[in-house]
Protein backbone atom coordinates (compact mmCIF):
# COMPACT_ATOMS: atom_id res chain seq x y z
CA UNK A 1 0.00 0.00 0.00
CA UNK A 2 1.47 3.43 -0.99
CA UNK A 3 2.18 5.55 1.82
CA UNK A 4 2.54 2.87 4.18
CA UNK A 5 6.46 3.12 4.65
CA UNK A 6 7.09 0.44 1.85
CA UNK A 7 10.42 2.17 0.70
CA UNK A 8 11.81 2.03 4.23
CA UNK A 9 10.80 -1.10 4.91
CA UNK A 10 12.47 -2.35 1.50
CA UNK A 11 15.40 -0.48 2.31
CA UNK A 12 15.88 -2.29 5.82
CA UNK A 13 15.50 -5.26 4.34
CA UNK A 14 17.93 -4.90 1.48
CA UNK A 15 20.74 -3.78 4.65
CA UNK A 16 20.14 -6.90 6.22
CA UNK A 17 20.23 -8.62 3.15
CA UNK A 18 22.49 -12.18 3.33
CA UNK A 19 25.79 -12.38 1.68
CA UNK A 20 25.00 -8.00 1.98
CA UNK A 21 24.42 -7.66 -1.84
CA UNK A 22 20.63 -6.79 -3.08
CA UNK A 23 18.79 -5.99 -5.72
CA UNK A 24 15.68 -3.75 -6.06
CA UNK A 25 13.05 -4.31 -8.80
CA UNK A 26 11.22 -0.62 -7.60
CA UNK A 27 7.17 -0.36 -8.80
CA UNK A 28 6.66 -2.89 -11.43
CA UNK A 29 3.69 -3.32 -13.25
CA UNK A 30 0.96 -6.04 -12.14
CA UNK A 31 1.03 -9.26 -14.43
CA UNK A 32 4.26 -8.50 -16.60
CA UNK A 33 8.04 -9.80 -15.79
CA UNK A 34 9.59 -7.79 -13.17
CA UNK A 35 12.98 -7.98 -14.99
CA UNK A 36 11.01 -6.24 -18.11
CA UNK A 37 8.69 -3.90 -15.86
CA UNK A 38 10.35 -2.27 -12.94
CA UNK A 39 9.98 1.20 -12.87
CA UNK A 40 13.94 1.79 -11.05
CA UNK A 41 16.38 -0.79 -10.14
CA UNK A 42 18.98 -0.66 -6.85
CA UNK A 43 21.44 -2.04 -5.84
CA UNK A 44 22.89 -2.54 -2.63
CA UNK A 45 24.87 -1.58 -1.51
CA UNK A 46 24.33 1.25 -3.62
CA UNK A 47 27.35 0.88 -6.43
CA UNK A 48 27.63 2.42 -10.11
CA UNK A 49 24.38 0.80 -11.83
CA UNK A 50 24.99 -0.72 -15.30
CA UNK A 51 23.93 1.41 -18.31
CA UNK A 52 20.86 2.57 -18.27
CA UNK A 53 19.61 0.88 -21.97
CA UNK A 54 15.97 0.45 -23.34
CA UNK A 55 16.62 -3.35 -22.80
CA UNK A 56 15.87 -3.72 -19.44
CA UNK A 57 16.71 -6.99 -19.55
CA UNK A 58 20.03 -6.34 -20.50
CA UNK A 59 20.55 -4.38 -17.03
CA UNK A 60 19.33 -7.51 -14.65
CA UNK A 61 21.90 -9.56 -16.69
CA UNK A 62 24.42 -7.32 -16.06
CA UNK A 63 27.69 -9.38 -15.23
CA UNK A 64 28.52 -7.33 -11.62
CA UNK A 65 25.37 -7.95 -10.49
CA UNK A 66 25.18 -10.91 -8.16
CA UNK A 67 22.33 -10.20 -5.40
CA UNK A 68 22.31 -12.35 -2.52
CA UNK A 69 19.01 -10.79 -1.95
CA UNK A 70 16.07 -9.72 -4.78
CA UNK A 71 13.33 -7.59 -3.49
CA UNK A 72 10.41 -7.10 -6.52
CA UNK A 73 7.71 -4.49 -5.37
CA UNK A 74 3.97 -3.79 -6.75
CA UNK A 75 2.19 -0.84 -5.26
CA UNK A 76 -1.26 -0.75 -5.24
CA UNK A 77 -1.88 -3.79 -5.43
CA UNK A 78 -2.77 -7.04 -3.01
CA UNK A 79 -1.95 -10.65 -2.88
CA UNK A 80 -4.14 -12.92 -4.59
CA UNK A 81 -6.51 -14.57 -1.86
CA UNK A 82 -5.40 -18.27 -0.95
CA UNK A 83 -6.06 -20.89 -3.74
CA UNK A 84 -5.78 -18.43 -6.63
CA UNK A 85 -2.99 -18.05 -8.74
CA UNK A 86 -0.20 -15.84 -8.49
CA UNK A 87 0.33 -13.93 -11.71
CA UNK A 88 1.72 -10.76 -10.38
CA UNK A 89 5.29 -11.97 -11.92
CA UNK A 90 4.75 -12.77 -15.24
CA UNK A 91 7.19 -15.87 -15.87
CA UNK A 92 7.59 -16.91 -12.46
CA UNK A 93 5.89 -19.63 -9.76
CA UNK A 94 5.05 -19.16 -6.53
CA UNK A 95 7.72 -21.41 -5.86
CA UNK A 96 10.43 -19.01 -7.11
CA UNK A 97 10.40 -16.52 -4.38
CA UNK A 98 11.00 -17.00 -0.80
CA UNK A 99 8.47 -14.93 0.48
CA UNK A 100 5.39 -12.73 -0.14
CA UNK A 101 5.27 -9.65 2.08
CA UNK A 102 2.48 -7.31 2.75
CA UNK A 103 3.33 -3.74 4.12
CA UNK A 104 0.18 -2.04 5.40
CA UNK A 105 -0.59 1.00 7.98
CA UNK A 106 -3.11 1.67 10.42
CA UNK A 107 -6.06 3.27 8.63
CA UNK A 108 -6.47 7.03 9.95
CA UNK A 109 -2.90 7.53 9.75
CA UNK A 110 -2.70 6.31 6.35
CA UNK A 111 -5.88 7.54 4.65
CA UNK A 112 -3.96 10.87 6.62
CA UNK A 113 -1.01 10.48 4.49
CA UNK A 114 -2.58 9.18 0.90
CA UNK A 115 -4.87 12.28 1.28
CA UNK A 116 -1.96 15.07 1.80
CA UNK A 117 -0.14 13.68 -0.57
CA UNK A 118 -2.39 13.85 -3.23
CA UNK A 119 -3.63 17.48 -2.22
CA UNK A 120 -0.07 18.22 -3.02
CA UNK A 121 -0.97 17.54 -6.90
CA UNK A 122 -1.72 20.81 -8.54
CA UNK A 123 -3.30 18.15 -11.58
CA UNK A 124 -5.69 16.79 -9.04
CA UNK A 125 -8.90 19.04 -8.44
CA UNK A 126 -11.39 18.35 -5.38
CA UNK A 127 -13.83 15.28 -7.84
CA UNK A 128 -9.93 13.57 -8.67
CA UNK A 129 -8.96 13.63 -5.44
CA UNK A 130 -11.81 12.12 -3.64
CA UNK A 131 -12.42 9.22 -6.83
CA UNK A 132 -8.82 8.59 -6.01
CA UNK A 133 -9.29 8.10 -2.58
CA UNK A 134 -12.60 6.07 -3.05
CA UNK A 135 -10.61 3.52 -4.95
CA UNK A 136 -7.87 3.42 -1.86
CA UNK A 137 -10.58 2.98 0.67
CA UNK A 138 -11.78 0.14 -1.07
CA UNK A 139 -8.33 -2.02 -1.24
CA UNK A 140 -7.61 -0.56 2.19
CA UNK A 141 -10.92 -2.67 2.93
CA UNK A 142 -9.70 -5.66 0.77
CA UNK A 143 -6.55 -5.72 2.45
CA UNK A 144 -7.52 -5.95 6.00
CA UNK A 145 -8.52 -9.62 5.23
CA UNK A 146 -5.05 -10.29 4.33
CA UNK A 147 -3.44 -9.48 7.78
CA UNK A 148 -2.34 -13.08 8.89
CA UNK A 149 -2.99 -15.01 6.38
CA UNK A 150 -0.75 -18.04 5.93
CA UNK A 151 2.13 -17.93 3.64
CA UNK A 152 2.06 -13.86 3.94
CA UNK A 153 4.53 -12.14 5.76
CA UNK A 154 2.17 -8.28 6.50
CA UNK A 155 4.81 -5.61 8.11
CA UNK A 156 2.97 -2.87 10.03
CA UNK A 157 4.46 0.10 9.47
CA UNK A 158 3.09 1.66 12.74
CA UNK A 159 4.42 -1.38 14.80
CA UNK A 160 7.85 -1.21 12.76
CA UNK A 161 8.49 2.56 13.56
CA UNK A 162 8.03 1.89 17.18
CA UNK A 163 9.79 -1.23 17.62
CA UNK A 164 13.34 -2.36 17.31
CA UNK A 165 11.81 -5.88 18.65
CA UNK A 166 9.22 -5.89 16.59
CA UNK A 167 11.96 -5.51 12.92
CA UNK A 168 13.65 -8.14 14.70
CA UNK A 169 11.43 -10.37 14.97
CA UNK A 170 10.25 -9.94 11.53
CA UNK A 171 14.17 -10.19 10.01
CA UNK A 172 13.95 -13.33 11.79
CA UNK A 173 10.54 -14.39 10.27
CA UNK A 174 12.15 -13.80 6.97
CA UNK A 175 15.41 -16.09 7.43
CA UNK A 176 17.66 -12.65 7.38
CA UNK A 177 20.07 -11.85 9.44
CA UNK A 178 19.88 -8.53 11.53
CA UNK A 179 22.91 -6.44 10.88
CA UNK A 180 21.36 -2.99 10.62
CA UNK A 181 18.39 -3.04 12.68
CA UNK A 182 17.78 0.95 12.69
CA UNK A 183 15.00 2.85 10.54
CA UNK A 184 18.14 4.29 7.77
CA UNK A 185 17.26 7.43 6.11
CA UNK A 186 14.17 8.87 4.72
CA UNK A 187 13.72 7.38 1.38
CA UNK A 188 12.94 9.69 -1.18
CA UNK A 189 10.94 7.40 -3.66
CA UNK A 190 7.32 9.01 -3.84
CA UNK A 191 8.90 11.97 -2.46
CA UNK A 192 9.28 11.01 0.62
CA UNK A 193 6.84 12.51 3.29
CA UNK A 194 3.47 13.18 2.39
CA UNK A 195 4.20 16.06 5.72
CA UNK A 196 7.72 16.94 5.88
CA UNK A 197 8.98 16.78 2.11
CA UNK A 198 13.05 17.73 3.73
CA UNK A 199 13.50 15.60 6.34
CA UNK A 200 15.80 13.29 5.85
CA UNK A 201 16.36 11.64 9.33
CA UNK A 202 13.34 9.26 10.58
CA UNK A 203 13.53 10.37 13.95
CA UNK A 204 11.89 13.93 13.00
CA UNK A 205 9.04 12.05 11.25
CA UNK A 206 6.06 12.10 12.99
CA UNK A 207 4.41 9.14 11.19
CA UNK A 208 2.29 8.17 14.16
CA UNK A 209 0.47 11.69 14.20
CA UNK A 210 -0.83 11.82 11.06
CA UNK A 211 -4.33 11.48 12.06
CA UNK A 212 -4.21 14.51 14.31
CA UNK A 213 -2.27 16.67 11.96
CA UNK A 214 -5.09 16.41 9.41
CA UNK A 215 -8.35 16.27 11.69
CA UNK A 216 -9.17 19.91 10.68
CA UNK A 217 -8.96 19.20 6.74
CA UNK A 218 -12.62 18.96 5.46
CA UNK A 219 -11.90 16.16 2.84
CA UNK A 220 -10.02 14.09 5.46
CA UNK A 221 -13.53 14.49 7.41
CA UNK A 222 -15.68 13.49 5.41
CA UNK A 223 -13.47 10.35 4.13
CA UNK A 224 -13.60 9.08 7.87
CA UNK A 225 -17.29 9.83 8.34
CA UNK A 226 -18.19 7.60 5.11
CA UNK A 227 -16.13 4.86 5.96
CA UNK A 228 -17.50 5.24 9.46
CA UNK A 229 -20.89 4.20 7.85
CA UNK A 230 -19.85 1.34 6.53
CA UNK A 231 -20.50 -1.22 8.81
CA UNK A 232 -18.82 -4.14 6.71
CA UNK A 233 -15.37 -1.82 6.41
CA UNK A 234 -15.93 -1.41 10.21
CA UNK A 235 -16.21 -5.04 11.03
CA UNK A 236 -13.04 -5.43 9.11
CA UNK A 237 -10.60 -2.85 10.85
CA UNK A 238 -12.11 -3.58 14.02
CA UNK A 239 -9.53 -6.75 14.73
CA UNK A 240 -6.57 -5.28 13.49
CA UNK A 241 -6.75 -1.24 14.50
CA UNK A 242 -9.49 -1.78 17.67
CA UNK A 243 -8.65 1.81 18.70
CA UNK A 244 -9.15 3.54 14.79
CA UNK A 245 -12.03 1.45 15.44
CA UNK A 246 -13.27 3.21 18.43
CA UNK A 247 -12.71 6.59 16.73
CA UNK A 248 -14.73 6.30 13.33
CA UNK A 249 -17.53 5.12 15.51
CA UNK A 250 -17.10 7.82 17.86
CA UNK A 251 -17.35 10.20 14.88
CA UNK A 252 -19.92 8.87 13.41
CA UNK A 253 -22.25 9.05 16.58
CA UNK A 254 -21.39 12.67 17.42
CA UNK A 255 -20.89 14.03 13.36
CA UNK A 256 -23.50 16.84 12.72
CA UNK A 257 -24.35 16.87 9.03
CA UNK A 258 -26.92 19.30 7.87
CA UNK A 259 -26.79 19.86 4.20
CA UNK A 260 -29.49 22.09 2.23
CA UNK A 261 -29.69 22.56 -1.46
CA UNK A 262 -31.91 24.87 -2.66
CA UNK A 263 -33.33 24.22 -6.37
CA UNK A 264 -32.36 26.04 -9.49
CA UNK A 265 -35.19 28.84 -9.47
Not at 23 to 40: I, Q, R, T
Not at 42 to 67: N, Q
Not at 80 to 101: E, L, Q, T
Not at 113 to 122: A, E, F, T, V
Request: glycine letters at 8%.
Amino acid sequence: MRRSGNHAIIDWMMRNAPGETGLFFNNCKMGKDPVESFASMDTYPATTAPPDKTDKRARWDAPDLSPSLVVVSYEDALPPAPGKSDWASRGYRRGDFDAKIFIYRSFLNWTASLLRKIQRNPGYGSLARMRIMGRALDMYSGALDLIGTDGLTDINYDNWMESEDYRSDVLAGLGLPCRDNTHGKVQRFGGGSSFQRKAAEPGVLQTATRAAQMAADPEYQLLLWTASQDEAFMDRLERPFPKDAEALRALSASAQIDIRLEGPK
